[in-house]
């Protein structure tokens, strides 16, 4: 099946302004989701001081949970329940109370004689645009995209993805990828046309539609691919983390199997700007965080990019990196971290950053350690030990209780 494109004549829209900083009084919600499920910690308005609540769904994996932000209290949390298989919880209170989806995503049923999908778990959340109130998206492993236009209820794929047979080789097989299996990730609403859409696959490229799913294009100019594999077959790119700017959508940062990357709109090239990083810490890595309201600044951490590909931090000494020149220049920010024999690393899912001014960062780590930074990243300490392994975090504005 062909794939229709279009140019991006879309994107000549007037930026959007940037977004406001949350305001001082605040407190932060941080939503951290683990192996054996989820914990929040919420902190005083000034963000010295934190509380931690949980555990929810203990003993399940909690892949990805996260703040409806149009209401300020709608929870989706995505869950493998054991021998129940994967689903999706909601909660309207806050995490008090949890309902499950009565139909979580699914992948259609093969017709008779061909070999069909089973979804082995939901991998990523999104609410979709502002003007489309109780949607979400989500990605799942194997790679597919779904919609809930009932908060979170009920699920249906959007067949011009999940259908369409010339993307299903993009996907490659359920065998091909990460090692904790190929999956969807980095589903992004364009702010400004709840139509506008793009997503990642690993393995599988960077894609982009202007119609809202029903046609998809391929976004993978200018980035590379493992050496010996041939960068012409889009099943080999793998793009681990891909976030639009808040304060300009029209910029995207990508962290790469194979480096970072930046993309202006309507450009299609990507540049690779982690080029400019240390050549002994180098641009491999997961997680990227783009600032919400400038568009030169964005923070990764690097991880081992060694062949065998440890996937620990370089010579166990962990930091956090950012460019404030759009990839120009990179700046090591480590202090309150390790400075040896610290061998975790940091999932794409598992660095955020909230809105307040200065803009405050968080990660958690393979260890089960959760770290935050008031300061933009300039001193760093853990506020949670001994979580089981941190899959993804997500900070909002603080729920009333």
């Not at 992948?107 to 109130?133: D, I, M, Q, Y």
């Not at 299996?181 to 364009?190: A, E, F, R, Y």
């Not at 490229?205 to 993978?220: A, F, I, Y």
């Not at 780590?365 to 300039?378: H, P, V």
Request: charged fraction near 25%.
């Amino acid at each position: 099946m062909a794939v229709k494109k279009k140019k991006p004549t879309a994107l000549k829209r007037k930026r959007p302004a940037a977004a406001r900083a949350q305001k001082s009084n605040q407190p932060v919600l941080v939503m951290v989701a683990t192996r054996k499920g989820a914990w929040f910690l919420r902190s005083d308005a000034a963000r010295k001081n934190w509380r931690i609540e949980g555990p929810h769904f203990l003993g399940n994996i909690i892949n990805h949970v996260v703040l409806d932000p149009r209401d300020g209290k709608t929870l989706l949390a995505a869950a493998s329940t054991g021998h129940l298989g994967p689903t999706l919880f909601r909660s309207t209170n806050g995490g008090r109370t949890w309902k499950e989806a009565s139909k979580p995503p699914a992948f259609a049923k093969a017709p008779e004689g061909e070999k069909g999908r089973s979804v082995n778990h939901t991998f990523w959340l999104v609410p979709c645009h502002a003007n489309e109130p109780n949607a979400w998206y989500a990605g799942t492993s194997p790679q597919g995209l779904f919609r809930s236009d009932d908060g979170g209820d009920t699920w249906h794929g959007v067949s011009g993805l999940n259908d369409n047979l010339e993307y299903r080789k993009y996907m490659g097989s359920e065998q091909d990828g990460t090692p904790d299996g190929p999956k969807m990730h980095s589903v992004i609403v364009d702010p400004r046309d709840p139509k506008h859409l793009y997503f990642g696959m690993s393995s599988g490229g960077v894609h982009e539609s202007l119609d809202g799913g029903k046609t998809w294009s391929p976004l993978v100019n200018g980035m590379e691919v493992v050496e010996g594999f041939d960068a012409s077959n889009i099943m080999f790119h793998d793009p681990h983390c891909v976030r639009m700017c808040p304060s300009n959508p029209d910029r995207l940062y990508q962290q790469n199997h194979c480096g970072i990357y930046r993309l202006d709109r309507p450009g299609t090239q990507w540049e690779r700007v982690g080029n400019n990083m240390p050549k002994a810490v180098g641009d491999v890595g997961f997680p990227m965080v783009v600032h919400p309201r400038d568009e030169d600044t964005a923070w990764v951490f690097p991880m081992d990019g060694q062949t065998v590909w440890p996937r620990t931090s370089p010579n166990g000494r962990p930091s956090t990196y950012v460019t404030k020149d759009a990839g120009m220049t990179w700046q090591r920010l480590d202090a309150g971290m390790p400075r040896e024999q610290a061998w975790w690393t940091v999932k794409r899912q598992a660095m955020t950053s909230d809105a307040k001014d200065p803009v405050g960062l968080y990660f958690g780590t393979t260890s089960g350690e959760l770290w935050a930074s008031r300061d933009e990243g300039k001193k760093w300490s853990c506020i949670a030990r001994h979580l089981p392994e941190i899959y993804a975090v997500e900070a909002a504005v603080a729920l009333e209780r």
